[in-house]
C-alpha cells in the first residue's frame, strides 16, 4: 500500500514537472557578445536542445529579401552547413524547410511582421524534415543586424518550462503573510481600543472603522459587487481610468497607514512644527510624500511590465492590510454569510458566465487581464505572440502579479505572470481578523482561533495551487479557501465549547458612544449572560 501511494506521488509530481513549450529563444553572437531573442516552433517538427551548451552553432546566412518558396536564384555552396533567415508569406511552411533542407542548410528561421504562431503543416510533411524550423521577429534579426555584422552566429534551444515555478511560492508568501499581519494588526487594534485610557477608550465608528453586523448589509454589499463586475465587463475601457485612479488614492492612503503604524511601533519621533496655528508631524509629511511619490509612479508607469509589478505588490500588500484592519465583521454568523455568497459570486463569475459571454471567457476573467491585453495568448498547443510592440492595454489593479521566474523563453516573448486576486486575501483575511479580535475578547494567550485559521488558510492556498497545476487552469480560490477557513474556525470554537459565543461574537450596533470596551469588568445583564463566558 506503502508503494502505491508513493508511486501516485511521484507520477503526479513527474506529470506537473515540465512541459513542452512553443516557444523556444534565438541565441545571437559574434564571438564577443551575444543577445537572445524570442522564436517560436513546433516540437513535432525537429526538437530543439533543451540547454545553450547542447544546441550546435552555425553561421546565419540573411535571404529576407526571398521568401524561399524555391531554390531559384539560390546557390547550395551559399547556404550549405549554415542556417538561413527568409521572409514570411507565398508558401506553407512546410515547403520552405524542405527547400532550405534540400539545399543543405542546417536551420530556417522565418522572420515575421505579423503573429508569431506555432508553424505547423500534415502530420504526414513533419516526418520528411529534419532541420529546425522556427518563426522569429523580422524587427529583432534587424536590430541584430548592425549589432553582430556579418559574423553573425545561432544556436536554437528550447529550455523546459516547469509547471511548479518559484513564483507559485512566493505568491503563497504574499497571500499568506499579508493575511496573518493584517488579521494582527485587527486584532492589536482591538485590544488598544479595549486598553485605552483605563476602559473610556474610542469606539469604533470613532476610530474611522466600519463594521457589517446585519445580514441585510452583507446581501447588499455582494450585490453592489456583482452590479460593479458586470459595469465593468460591458463598460471596462471607460471604468478602467477610474478604478485606477480610486486605487492611487486608496493604496497611498493604506500604505500611509501601514507605514505610520510601523513608525509608531518602532517609537520613531514624532517632532512638529506650526504655521498660523497650524500644527504638522514632520513623520507624517515624510511619509505623505512618500506614499504619494509611490503611488504616482505606479500610476505613471503601470504598463512596464519588466519592474512596476514590485510596486504593485507593495501597494496591493497596503491595501488589502488597511482594509482588514478597517472593515470589521461583529460575529461568526456575519462571516459564514459573506464568505459563502462571495463563494457563490466567485464560482459564477468564473465558471458559469462563460456559456454566456460571446467569446467563451469568463467575466472575471475578462475584466482581471482585460478584454484588449496584449502579449502572448495560447489556443491549446498553439502559441501567438505579436510580432511588433503593442499599445499598452489598461489593466485592471486588482491583482497580485508575480514573473514567472522558470519560463525564461516565454518572458523573451512576452512577461509571463501568475496572478492571484486581492479578493483572494481580504474576504478569508476578514474572517482571520474576526478570529483574531475573537482572542482578545476571550484573552486566549495563544491565539487559537486565529493560528488555526492562517493555517487553514495556507492549506486552502496549497489546495488552490495543486488543483491549478493539475487542471491546467485558473481556479476560484475562494471554491477551496472558503471551506477551509469556516470549517476550520468552526470545528475549533466547537472542540472548545465555545460556539455560541463564537457565533454571536459581539454587537456594536446597540451600544452607544459612552460604551466601556467589552470584557473590561465583569458586565451586568443583559450583557452578563451573553459575555459571561468570555472571560478567562
Given at each position: 500500500?506503502e508503494r502505491?501511494?508513493?508511486?501516485i506521488?511521484?507520477?503526479?509530481?513527474?506529470?506537473?514537472?515540465?512541459?513542452?513549450?512553443?516557444?523556444?529563444?534565438?541565441?545571437?553572437?559574434?564571438?564577443?557578445?551575444?543577445?537572445?531573442?524570442?522564436i517560436?516552433?513546433?516540437?513535432?517538427?525537429?526538437?530543439?536542445s533543451?540547454?545553450?551548451?547542447?544546441?550546435?552553432?552555425?553561421?546565419?546566412?540573411?535571404?529576407t529579401?526571398?521568401?524561399?518558396?524555391?531554390?531559384?536564384?539560390?546557390?547550395?555552396d551559399?547556404?550549405?552547413?549554415?542556417?538561413?533567415?527568409?521572409?514570411r508569406?507565398?508558401c506553407?511552411?512546410?515547403?520552405?524547410?524542405?527547400?532550405?533542407?534540400?539545399?543543405?542548410?542546417?536551420?530556417?528561421?522565418?522572420?515575421?511582421?505579423?503573429?508569431?504562431?506555432?508553424?505547423?503543416?500534415?502530420d504526414?510533411?513533419y516526418?520528411?524534415?529534419?532541420?529546425?524550423?522556427?518563426l522569429?521577429?523580422?524587427?529583432?534579426f534587424?536590430?541584430?543586424?548592425?549589432?553582430?555584422?556579418?559574423?553573425?552566429?545561432?544556436?536554437?534551444?528550447?529550455?523546459?518550462h516547469?509547471?511548479?515555478?518559484?513564483s507559485?511560492a512566493?505568491?503563497?508568501?504574499?497571500?499568506?503573510?499579508?493575511?496573518?499581519?493584517?488579521?494582527?494588526?485587527?486584532?492589536?487594534?482591538?485590544r488598544?481600543?479595549?486598553?485605552?485610557?483605563?476602559?473610556g477608550?474610542?469606539?469604533?465608528?470613532?476610530?474611522?472603522?466600519?463594521?457589517?453586523?446585519?445580514?441585510l448589509?452583507?446581501v447588499?454589499f455582494?450585490?453592489?459587487?456583482?452590479g460593479?463586475?458586470?459595469?465593468?465587463?460591458f463598460?471596462y475601457?471607460?471604468l478602467?481610468?477610474?478604478?485606477?485612479?480610486?486605487?492611487?488614492?486608496?493604496?497611498?492612503?493604506?500604505?500611509?497607514s501601514?507605514?505610520?503604524?510601523?513608525?509608531?511601533?518602532?517609537?520613531?519621533?514624532t517632532?512638529?512644527?506650526s504655521?498660523?496655528?497650524?500644527?504638522?508631524?514632520v513623520?507624517?509629511?515624510?511619509?505623505?510624500?512618500?506614499?504619494?511619490?509611490?503611488?504616482?509612479?505606479?500610476?505613471v508607469?503601470?504598463?512596464?511590465?519588466?519592474?512596476?509589478?514590485?510596486?504593485?505588490?507593495?501597494l496591493?500588500?497596503?491595501?488589502?492590510?488597511?482594509?482588514?484592519?478597517?472593515i470589521?465583521?461583529?460575529?461568526?454568523?456575519?462571516?459564514?454569510?459573506?464568505?459563502?455568497l462571495?463563494?457563490?459570486?466567485?464560482?459564477?463569475?468564473?465558471?458559469?458566465?462563460?456559456?454566456?459571454?460571446?467569446?467563451g471567457?469568463?467575466?472575471?476573467?475578462?475584466?482581471?487581464?482585460?478584454?484588449?491585453?496584449?502579449?502572448?495568448?495560447?489556443?491549446?498547443?498553439?502559441v501567438?505572440?505579436?510580432?511588433?510592440?503593442?499599445?499598452?492595454?489598461?489593466?485592471?489593479?486588482v491583482?497580485?502579479?508575480?514573473?514567472?521566474?522558470?519560463a525564461?523563453?516565454?518572458?523573451l516573448?512576452?512577461?509571463?505572470?501568475?496572478?492571484?486576486?486581492?479578493g483572494?486575501i481580504?474576504?478569508?483575511?476578514?474572517?482571520?481578523?474576526?478570529?483574531?479580535?475573537f482572542?482578545?475578547?476571550?484573552?486566549?494567550?495563544?491565539k487559537?482561533?486565529?493560528?488555526c485559521?492562517?493555517?487553514?488558510?495556507?492549506?486552502?492556498?496549497?489546495?488552490?495551487f495543486?488543483v491549478?497545476?493539475?487542471?491546467?487552469?485558473?481556479?476560484?480560490?475562494?471554491?477551496?479557501l472558503?471551506?477551509?477557513?469556516?470549517?476550520?474556525?468552526?470545528v475549533?470554537a466547537?472542540?472548545?465549547?465555545?460556539?455560541r459565543q463564537?457565533?454571536?461574537?459581539?454587537t456594536?450596533?446597540?451600544?452607544?458612544?459612552?460604551?466601556?470596551?467589552?470584557?473590561?469588568?465583569r458586565?451586568?445583564?443583559?450583557?452578563?449572560d451573553?459575555?459571561?463566558?468570555?472571560?478567562?
Open positions: 500500500m502505491a501511494v508513493r508511486f506521488i511521484l507520477s503526479v509530481i513527474f506529470s506537473v514537472s515540465q512541459i513542452n513549450c512553443q516557444e523556444a529563444v534565438l541565441h545571437v553572437s559574434n564571438g564577443s557578445t551575444y543577445k537572445e531573442y524570442c517560436v516552433y513546433n516540437h513535432s517538427w525537429t526538437p530543439l533543451q540547454t545553450l551548451d547542447a544546441a550546435l552553432q552555425y553561421p546565419l546566412v540573411n535571404m529579401g526571398t521568401v524561399l518558396c524555391n531554390n531559384s536564384g539560390v546557390s547550395p551559399v547556404v550549405k552547413g549554415k542556417a538561413l533567415v527568409v521572409m508569406g507565398d506553407d511552411f512546410s515547403q520552405k524547410a524542405l527547400v532550405a533542407q534540400n539545399l543543405g542548410a542546417t536551420t530556417l528561421l522565418i522572420a515575421t511582421n505579423t503573429l508569431l504562431i506555432t508553424p505547423s503543416a500534415n504526414s510533411e516526418t520528411q524534415i529534419h532541420i529546425p524550423l522556427a522569429m521577429r523580422y524587427r529583432d534587424l536590430e541584430a543586424q548592425p549589432e553582430f555584422g556579418e559574423g553573425m552566429q545561432v544556436k536554437l534551444y528550447a529550455p523546459p516547469p509547471k511548479i515555478d518559484a507559485i512566493v505568491m503563497l508568501l504574499i497571500a499568506i503573510v499579508t493575511v496573518a499581519l493584517g488579521g494582527f494588526w485587527s486584532g492589536a487594534c482591538e488598544g481600543r479595549l486598553n485605552a485610557d483605563g476602559g477608550g474610542e469606539s469604533k465608528a470613532d476610530s474611522g472603522e466600519l463594521f457589517l453586523y446585519s445580514p448589509k452583507v447588499i455582494v450585490a453592489l459587487m456583482c460593479m463586475l458586470v459595469l465593468m465587463y463598460f475601457n471607460v478602467v481610468y477610474v478604478i485606477i485612479a480610486i486605487f492611487c488614492l486608496a493604496s497611498a492612503s493604506a500604505l500611509f501601514c507605514l505610520d503604524a510601523v513608525m509608531e511601533k518602532i517609537g520613531c519621533g517632532g512638529s512644527f504655521i498660523r496655528s497650524y500644527n504638522f508631524s513623520r507624517s509629511l515624510i511619509l505623505a510624500a512618500v506614499c504619494i511619490s509611490i503611488a504616482v509612479v505606479w500610476g508607469y503601470r504598463n512596464e511590465d519588466s519592474w512596476i509589478w514590485i510596486l504593485q505588490d507593495l496591493g500588500v497596503a491595501f488589502c492590510l488597511n482594509f482588514m484592519k478597517t470589521s465583521l461583529s460575529n461568526f454568523k456575519i462571516c459564514v454569510i459573506l464568505l459563502s462571495l463563494l457563490v459570486y466567485d464560482v459564477f463569475f468564473v465558471f458559469i458566465t462563460p456559456f454566456f459571454t460571446k467569446n471567457v469568463s467575466i472575471m476573467v475578462q475584466v482581471a487581464l482585460g478584454p484588449d491585453a496584449s502579449g502572448e495568448k495560447t489556443h491549446g498547443n498553439m501567438e505572440v505579436p510580432a511588433e510592440p503593442q499599445a499598452p492595454s489598461e489593466k485592471l489593479p491583482v497580485m502579479r508575480v514573473p514567472r521566474f522558470s525564461w523563453a516565454q518572458n516573448c512576452g512577461m509571463q505572470f501568475s496572478i492571484l486576486g486581492y483572494d481580504i474576504i478569508p483575511g476578514l474572517l482571520v481578523a474576526y478570529c483574531s479580535r482572542d482578545v475578547w476571550i484573552n486566549s494567550s495563544r487559537i482561533y486565529f493560528v485559521c492562517c493555517i487553514a488558510y495556507l492549506l486552502g492556498m496549497i489546495v488552490t495543486a491549478m497545476l493539475l487542471s491546467g487552469m485558473g481556479q476560484p480560490a475562494l471554491l477551496y472558503v471551506p477551509f477557513t469556516l470549517i476550520t474556525s468552526a475549533v466547537g472542540c472548545r465549547g465555545e460556539m463564537f457565533w454571536a461574537g459581539t456594536y450596533e446597540v451600544l452607544d458612544s459612552s460604551r466601556e470596551p467589552l470584557l473590561r469588568e458586565p451586568t445583564a443583559p450583557l452578563k451573553k459575555f459571561a463566558d468570555l472571560e478567562g
